[in-house]
Nanobody, 126 residues
């Protein structure tokens, strides 16, 4: 079935940067559209970014545009999220996710993703 495991979450000050990683194991996700979502306290799960199978196409949620960058390394079976200019409202648990094959649409709805990691906490202090 495969697993997705996030890492890189931490406590960081406003204006700082973090790089989240998502490692795939048990199977390759190189043929899956992948994405990042987040869920803050008392909030619904929110789309952050998605990336195509080959990595050439990306899509970002409004809160991530201009500050976050999604990327993938298919040779290493890894997904990344570079987050810059962090704000307190970015505080959330961040999840990586993968769509089922052979779907290629960069969906923004979390219900379109079939595989999920356990999440990593990002806390931005003011």
């Amino acid at each position: 079935q495969g697993q997705l495991v996030e890492s890189g979450g931490a406590l960081v000050q406003t204006g700082g940067s973090l790089r989240l990683s998502c490692a795939a194991s048990g199977r390759s996700f190189n043929d899956n559209v992948m994405g990042w979502f987040r869920q803050g306290p008392g909030k619904e799960r929110e789309f952050v970014a998605a990336i195509s199978i080959g990595g050439r196409s990306t899509s970002y949620g409004n809160s991530a545009k201009g500050r976050f960058t999604i990327s993938r390394d298919n040779d290493k079976n890894m997904l990344y999220l570079q987050m810059d200019s962090l704000k307190p409202e970015d505080t959330a648990v961040y999840y990586c996710a993968a769509r089922g094959r052979p779907i290629t649409v960069l969906a923004r709805d979390h219900r379109a993703y079939s595989f999920w990691g356990q999440g990593t906490q990002v806390t931005v202090s003011s």
